[in-house]
Nanobody
């Protein structure tokens, strides 16, 4: 069992920035593909961004492309989601997910069912 812990959520104004971090105490993130998903009230969970275990491949939802950046820091054993130019529609609970059992492709990276390990989520609220 892999424990995944998110941090960094909070309140931001539209146009502002927030940084989310994801850690797995006792685990080496370089062994896992990592994804960020989000769920707004009354909506289904949706894909935000993903990074392969090597760090060489990333994928983004069209809605965040050019505004969000996912990156891995093997020295700190964390994955970061830098969110810039935030919009009120980015308001959601953001979840970090990890898995290592599949080949990193666009379809698998964007599919929540591809990931076995999930954090409890962190709230991001963007005010207009």
């Amino acid at each position: 069992q892999v424990q995944v812990v998110e941090s960094g959520g909070g309140l931001a104004q539209a146009g502002g920035s927030l940084r989310l971090s994801c850690a797995a105490p006792g685990r080496t993130f370089s062994m896992y593909h990592m994804g960020w998903f989000r769920q707004a009230p009354a909506k289904e969970r949706e894909f935000v961004a993903a990074i392969s275990w090597s760090g060489g491949n990333t994928r983004y939802a069209d809605s965040v492309k050019g505004r969000f950046t996912i990156s891995g820091d093997n020295a700190k054993n964390t994955v970061t989601l830098q969110m810039n130019s935030l919009k009120p529609e980015d308001t959601a609970v953001y979840y970090c997910a990890a898995d290592s059992t599949w080949r990193f492709t666009t379809n698998q990276a964007k599919d929540a069912s591809s990931y076995d390990y999930w954090g409890q989520g962190t709230q991001v609220t963007v005010s207009s």
